[in-house]
């Protein structure tokens, strides 16, 4: 079955960086677009940024282009996602997702 599992998630100060890993099995990684999530406290989930099948196209929410990559390893079927200069408002659960399937995220904390 389709498996998602989130990691990297920890407390960071503000202005710091996290990397963020979706380990990934159960369908054609290769063959999936996927997008990464962030649901902070008390909110709606969002949208954060997605890639292509192959890597070649990226798109972002507007807050974070510049300072969050997305990327992709389709030989290790695992999705990345590198986030610098991290703001408090930033503090959600992340979460990768592939079509309907969702991991069950990792925890950012963004504090001093």
């Known amino acids: 079955q389709v498996e998602l599992v989130e990691s990297g998630g920890a407390l960071v100060r503000p202005g710091g960086s996290l990397r963020l890993t979706c380990s990934t099995s159960g369908f054609a990684f290769s063959s999936a677009g996927m997008r990464w999530y962030r649901q902070p406290p008390g909110e709606e989930r969002m949208w954060v940024a997605s890639i292509t099948d192959d890597g070649e196209a990226t798109n972002y929410r507007p807050s974070v282009v510049g300072r969050f990559t997305i990327s992709r390893d389709n030989a290790e079927n695992t999705l990345y996602l590198e986030m610098n200069n991290l703001a408090p408002d930033e503090t959600a659960v992340y979460s990768c997702?592939?079509?309907?399937?969702w991991g069950k995220g990792t925890l950012v904390i963004v504090s001093p």
């Open positions: 997702n592939f079509e309907t399937y």
